[in-house]
């Protein structure tokens, strides 16, 4: 199945700037969608930002659309978040996430990592 670990987490100040990366083991991710999700406590899991296995599509959560960029790195079989102009309402556990090209579900998860955005 491979492993995703998620990197590049932290406590920041409202308005500035994180970017967060996420490398895959064990299969390689040019043949994968790819997927930025988050979870705040209380709340349900929800998507941020996702790449097509070609990266020529991307797709964003309205709330982080200009603010918030995925891209990835087929060389280093990762994909990154950066993430501008962070708002307290950004704090929340972030999650990559993987499914096979054209596949109905993610189903290739990280183990997330923390951001938090003081005021």
């Known amino acids: 199945q491979g492993q995703l670990v998620e990197s590049g987490g932290g406590l920041v100040q409202s308005g500035g700037s994180l970017r967060l990366s996420c490398v895959a083991s064990?299969?390689?991710?040019?043949?994968?969608?790819l997927a930025w999700f988050r979870q705040a406590p209380g709340k349900e899991r929800q998507f941020v930002a996702s790449?097509?296995?070609?990266?020529?599509?991307?797709s964003y959560l309205n709330s982080v659309k200009g603010r918030f960029t995925i891209s990835r790195d087929n060389a280093k079989n990762a994909v990154l978040l950066q993430m501008n102009s962070l708002e307290p309402e950004d704090t929340a556990m972030y999650y990559c996430?993987?499914?096979?090209?054209?596949?109905?579900?993610?189903?290739?998860w990280g183990q997330g990592t923390q951001v938090t955005v003081s005021t």
């Open positions: 996430a993987a499914r096979v090209r054209g596949g109905a579900e993610y189903n290739r």
């Open positions: 064990g299969f390689i991710t040019m043949n994968f969608d």
């Open positions: 790449i097509t296995w070609s990266g020529g599509s991307t």
